[in-house]
Each structure stands twice: as structure tokens, then as C-alpha cells.
């Protein structure tokens, strides 16, 4: 079965200094890995995701994330961080398929930037 | 590209009534959508996967009879919360693969803006 795990409920930084929000993923085979974020009473915006190659993935706004497959792992990172980067952060995972596949969301990490 | 919408963004209705809310791909065709609901600070909860032209697979705890799903067309799927009820009060969200003809659908969910339902 798929899982994902985004252990901080809640991330503060301040604002210029760099961010790190923590996932943590299950899956049998070799996985896609997505993150999404999503301001208040709005849907999800895609922000990057690795399929294949370069562990180091580059995405929207400026955010990156890097595919750890020993740890399992696929944190995401911003090097300076921006109030307007204030938001609820989804982790995501879907198993490698031919055909469309259903994707299995973390809990969320709100990401809080302070002035 | 890659646009999609739902509609209504928000609905109030009574305890009893039903309720249709509708997604669509704007710019591109998607034979799979997906329906998720979700409650105040907490994640996603896929509800079912809609497949144009075939019956919906739901996920396990998803009363199918409940939250009619009809994906008649490549660029439309609906959602029908029957006889809402106080407690279906939800975010409903929907997302579509973009297809890419022989090539199969792609890896990326787009995501409609979500529709506020109150039932009272």
C-alpha cells in the first residue's frame, strides 16, 4: 500500500531564511512523487515532481526538492523564503502505471513565513 | 494550459436535496478524473476515480448510491451528493490526467478550485 508522512504539522520561518518542509513516502516499486500547495479556500497548485532522473527537482516559485530513495525521502526546500510563500504544503505519491493512477496526499505542512 | 474548473465554487442547500457539482478540463481531454473531499485543516480523502464512458471506482467507505459520479465526456465529470445531509458538508475537489492519445494519460493531477457545499 502507499503512504506518505509529513511529520511537522506546522514549519516557521522567517522570511529571507531558507525552508525545509519534511516527506517521507511508502511504496511498492518505484514511485512518483509530487508536491502541491494550496492557499485558503482554493484547490491544489502544482509545484513540481520527480519521475525519473535528476534527484534534485527544480519546480514553481522557486522551490526544489530532492528524491532521497535510501531514505525514502523527498523534503522540500525553498533557499529564501518569501511571505507570500504562506500556505498549506501536500506531499504526494502515486505508483508507476501505464494508465492514470490514483495519488495518495500527506496530512499537510502549514508553512507560516513571518515578516 | 492544463485549466481546470468546477462549478458551483460554493452551494448551500437544504438537509434532503441533492446536489450536482460539476468539473471540467478547459484546455485539454482527461478520460480519468478524480473526486476528493476534504474537511477543515486536514488532507485530501480521494473519493473515487471517474473514468469517461465506464462506471466509477470508489474507494472503500465511499457510498457509491450517495455521490453519483458521470464522466459522460472527455472534458466533464459530475459529482451528485444525494439527499445531502448535515455532516456531507464538504470541500469537494476534482482533478484530471491530461491525455496524451496513444501516449496514455500524463503523470500530473491538475486540480479544479474545489466547491464549498453547506447543507443545512
Known amino acids: 500500500a502507499q503512504s506518505v508522512a509529513q511529520p511537522e504539522d506546522q514549519v516557521n520561518v522567517a522570511e529571507g531564511n531558507p525552508l525545509t518542509v519534511k516527506c517521507t513516502y511508502s511504496?511498492?516499486?518505484?514511485?512518483?512523487l509530487f508536491w502541491y500547495v494550496q492557499y485558503p479556500n482554493r484547490g491544489l497548485q502544482f509545484l513540481l515532481k520527480y519521475i525519473t532522473g535528476d534527484n534534485l527537482v527544480k519546480g514553481s516559485y522557486g522551490f526544489e526538492a530532492e528524491f532521497n530513495k535510501s531514505q525514502t525521502s523527498f523534503h522540500l526546500k525553498k533557499p529564501s523564503a518569501l511571505v507570500s510563500d504562506s500556505a498549506l504544503y501536500f506531499c504526494a505519491v502515486s505508483q508507476r502505471r501505464s494508465s492514470a493512477s490514483k495519488i495518495i496526499f500527506g496530512s499537510g505542512t502549514r508553512l507560516s513565513i513571518r515578516p | 494550459g492544463a485549466v481546470v474548473s468546477q462549478h458551483p465554487s460554493w452551494v448551500i442547500c437544504k438537509s434532503g436535496t441533492s446536489v450536482k457539482i460539476e468539473c471540467r478540463s478547459l484546455d485539454f481531454q482527461a478520460t480519468t478524473m478524480f473526486w476528493y473531499r476534504q474537511f477543515p485543516k486536514q488532507s485530501l480523502m480521494l473519493m473515487a476515480t471517474s473514468n469517461e464512458g465506464s462506471k466509477a471506482t470508489y474507494e472503500q467507505g465511499v457510498e457509491k448510491d450517495k455521490f453519483l459520479i458521470n464522466h459522460a465526456s472527455l472534458t466533464l465529470s459530475t459529482l451528485t451528493v444525494t439527499s445531502a445531509h448535515p455532516e456531507d458538508s464538504s470541500f469537494y475537489i476534482c482533478?484530471?490526467?491530461?491525455?496524451?492519445?496513444?501516449?496514455?494519460?500524463?503523470?500530473?493531477?491538475?486540480f479544479g478550485p474545489g466547491t464549498r457545499l453547506t447543507v443545512l
Open positions: 511504496v511498492s516499486g518505484n514511485p512518483y
Open positions: 482533478s484530471a490526467n491530461r491525455d496524451l492519445g496513444l501516449a496514455g494519460p500524463t503523470d500530473t493531477q491538475y
